[in-house]
């Protein structure tokens, strides 16, 4: 059951990492976000066009808002497991992260971009 959940609950944080910005169409391409901290790939709107300079200080603004808890599941979830293995965090704490995550790359300006 646990695996199981870890399977939808890996689909749900990428689901819910596309969609940061609300209303954009599923099919639209959307901007791959890789940053040098700990913090999962995530994508920014179709129209979206930042410069690597803005990239940077939006990573760096995610990581410094992010609380130990965020931080310790964002580590967690950056580590390129396969989606298949059970999560290494409580599935509360999974939930939340990925809320939290979509308020935080707006927050640190990732709609502006």
Known sequence: MFKRAAVVGALAL???LALA???EPLGAEQLLVEC???I???TLGPDSSPTESEIAALCACMWSTFSGWERRVSEALSKGKSP???LPIPELNFRAFVARSG???KKC???RY
């Open 14 to 16: 990428a689901l819910a």
């Open 21 to 23: 910005n609300v209303g």
């Open 36 to 38: 040098e901290q700990p």
């Open 40 to 42: 999962p790939v995530f």
């Open 84 to 86: 298949t293995e059970p």
């Open 103 to 105: 308020t935080v790359i």
């Open 109 to 111: 300006g990732g709609d």
